[in-house]
């Protein structure tokens, strides 16, 4: 039976939280893991073309993190505003705030794709494209661009359906997208000789059929309908987008940012360092993506029940998520580092100097993996709870206030073996940071109060 706003309403206030948590954490980590799969799957069948083009996909992982930005700032930003809102039986502001959202992110993805294709070969080299793989990088590159303003809008679809506690709707979105993509690679990549465009037209294939999906899903059951007529990017709106989707976009820009740079030094090492490195990136993002779909079962809960001024919830719901986490993270980090070797040669076996340098990055992240529950996790309730601040620093630091530091200066000190370990050394530091930003926040959330006041800024 479908539940009204009212019954939502009741289950995200009164329901046992780590039930609640994991009814809605199901279907989005289905979602990640499902999206994570598939990139992998792209990752397979282009590593058995050459390492060239394993490295091309790796290069434009930068541009893909980008749209993915804007996605998460419009998609977050509204988002976080939107469950909040409900929170607060404030459905009117909700429904203004979603498609304003909607329709932001579809300018700014039409943006990227008319400035990425008029600069596309110098945004190539930009991103580390050696002499050999720039004729890849452009072919792929220039055809994933065409779906920027539907990457970027299916974002915030899938991330406004989960904030109202709709994930199950979000997922379908992503899974009929996963499918197409991992159907048509072998099929226009092997079957039609199409080789590295193949790929990219299959990814976009995807991205194409999952925004549609999502169009559908957001028509139905209690999902706030986009429609244009409440469009309405006033001031204040933009300003709760800003507040909201902040840590998303400096967390995402500090990402390519911070693979640009990767892919600069490994390549410094080769073609097989960039393409190794790609591979272990794809890992870890599938890993963490258990982690990541947990902590988004989260933030709705985290949303309804800060707003409506439970917050003795909304810490119950951090620290099962916490305690969660970390298990899982360091079952996989001990069965990983044992099969390092084994889990690269899946992807690119044909070349022993990619495994080898890959299975030694990964094993150097392995080692610090169980602390990116606690950040992770530290980063989506300050973002949630409205403590921009706090959550755009943590949001900035993994990837950006210590990264890009380790980045630049261990390979100068210490070769390849600087490139392979520098995300390790950014986790533990932004780990210690997570605590003094983290911890004082939590002291204040023991005792329920009253919802918060910001409602009225629309």
């Not at 996963?178 to 294939?205: K, R, S």
């Not at 079962?297 to 439970?310: R, T």
Request: glycine letters at 10%; charged letters at 10%; hydrophobic letters at 50%.
């Amino acid at each position: 039976m479908q539940l009204t706003s009212q019954d939502k309403y009741i289950r995200m206030t009164t329901a046992p939280v780590p039930a609640l948590i994991g009814s809605l954490a199901v279907p989005t980590i289905i979602s990640m893991l499902v999206t994570s799969f598939y990139v992998m799957a792209d990752t397979y069948f282009v590593g058995k073309i050459d390492t060239q083009s394993t490295a091309a996909v790796g290069i434009s992982f930068s541009v893909m993190a980008v749209i993915q930005a804007f996605g998460f700032f419009f998609g977050h930003g509204s988002g976080n505003y939107i469950s909040r809102m409900l929170g607060a039986r404030d459905y009117r502001s909700a429904e203004v705030m979603a498609s304003t959202g909607f329709f932001c992110a579809f300018i700014a993805g039409v943006v990227l794709l008319v400035a990425g294709q008029l600069f596309l070969e110098p945004l190539c080299l930009l991103l580390g494209s050696t002499a050999t793989i720039l004729p890849y990088a452009r072919t792929y590159l220039g055809i994933v661009l065409i779906g920027a303003p539907f990457v970027a809008s299916s974002l915030v679809l899938n991330n406004q359906m989960r904030f109202q506690g709709n994930a199950v709707y979000a997922m379908v979105g992503i899974i009929v997208g996963a499918v197409m993509n991992i159907g048509l690679d072998p099929l226009l990549i092997f079957g039609f000789d199409m080789g590295i465009a193949g790929a990219a037209w299959a990814t976009l294939a995807g991205q194409l059929s999952s925004f549609a999906v999502l169009m559908v899903m957001d028509g139905r059951g209690t999902n706030i309908r986009i429609r244009y007529r409440n469009f309405a990017p006033r001031p204040a709106l933009l300003k709760e987008i800003v507040f909201g989707g902040s840590p998303s976009l400096c967390r995402q820009g500090l990402a390519s940012t911070s693979t640009i740079l990767l892919n600069v030094s490994a390549g410094a090492f080769g073609d097989a360092a960039i393409a190794g490195m790609s591979i272990v990136t794809r890992i870890c993002m599938f890993i963490n993506s258990f982690v990541i779909g947990f902590g988004q079962g989260f933030q709705p809960v985290c949303g309804f029940n800060y707003g409506a001024g439970y917050y003795t919830r909304v810490r119950q719901g951090f620290w099962f998520c916490v305690k969660l986490g970390v298990v899982f993270l360091f079952l996989c980090s001990v069965a990983g580092y044992s099969f390092a070797p084994d889990i690269v040669g899946w992807f690119r076996k044909e070349d022993p100097e990619v495994i080898a340098i890959g299975a030694r990055a990964l094993r150097w992240q392995l080692v610090t993996l169980p602390l990116g529950a606690w950040v992770i996790l530290c980063n989506m309730l300050l973002q949630t709870i409205r403590q921009p601040v706090r959550a755009v620093v943590l949001s900035s630091s993994r990837q950006g206030l210590f990264f890009i530091p380790f980045i630049l200066l261990l390979p100068w000190l210490l070769g390849l073996q600087g490139v392979e370990m520098c995300q390790a050394a950014a986790d533990l530091c932004s780990f210690l940071l997570a605590l003094p930003l983290t911890i004082p926040v939590l002291k204040t959330l023991r005792k329920d109060g009253q919802p918060p006041a910001e409602k009225k800024n629309s």
